[in-house]
């Protein structure tokens, strides 16, 4: 969203206030001009005066009154803006019916109350510009927070479930221990230098869904069925918010082979297509499993979702698909090119 610097709100604030109080002065001069000397009262009771002083009335209710915190200044004040609008209001009634009836009065007075409240509200809007766009800038800050927050939240879940494929290893005395830990080096850099950014390129996220695979290939074998499509369609140098698709890799091993290792499988596809990802993770689903109870709402989708509400909230579409054998996601965002 295109949001203005501070200086620059602040001379727009001005340029607002200067337009409309020079509209309404310019609209009396020119009522000035017809009407006077010779009809003094029609101009008095005109509707260019009407609007100029219900306007200064505005500025002044806005400044004076509710903005003090003196009582009697606030009495006083309202007081007097009253006392204008009921003597308006009086000439008015006598210019037309050349009497002043309290009724008509009472009629006239409410009419410049309502455009008394169009014009402060005016005027609030232009002071509150600024106001608007901090709220704005806050309000941005915060979803980049809670954003942070989901990212979090998912680290620590992923390095407990390496640490343990790790500690595994290590109890077996695996050969491939010591190219499991370079793996795990590797991916713990992207999750320490590069998740904290907005964006990341494609190919790095790629990169580090492609060592997950690898690393999961060590502890349940070469001969797991594990695979990793990555269409020749994918532009790389797109630019996609870090650690957002392994959140459904790291799913769907959870929920498939850490329940049942025999005739699991994990199946993972990725194109694009313009600026559209499709990323689709499928898995095996087994019987009798608490996860088919509650439909697999956990932690990890959840997640996705609010960080998907939050950071493409009309650019992204997430579905999901269960049989009675398989579980499949299927997610598809805009990616562009970073500029």
Known sequence: MFQLSHQATRVLKRILHLIFISVITLALLMRAYSSLPDEWLFFLTSAAVENFLQVMIAYLLYHFVFRSSVSWKKVAYSIICTAVLITLACLKDYRIHFEVTAEQTFEYFTNFLGQLLLFYLVVYVINHFESFGRYQKLQKELSRAKEQLLRNQLHPHFLFNAFNSLYSLSLKSDPETPDYILKLSGMMRYLTDDTHLDKVPLKKEIDFIEKYIAIEKIRFG???????????????????????????????????????????????????????????????????????ENNREGKGLENLKKRLELLYPNSSSFRISQTKNTFAVYLKIIVNELV
């Open 222 to 292: 070469q001969d797991a069925r594990i695979q990793l499509i990555v269409d020749a369609s994918v532009e790389h140098e797109k630019w996609i918010e870090p650690f957002l698709l392994v959140t459904l890799v790291e799913n769907a091993f959870k929920h498939g082979f850490y329940t049942n290792i025999k005739n699991a499988f994990v199946s993972i596809n990725v194109h694009t297509k313009d600026n559209e990802l499709f990323f689709t993770v499928e898995n095996s689903l087994f019987e009798k499993q608490h996860f088919q």
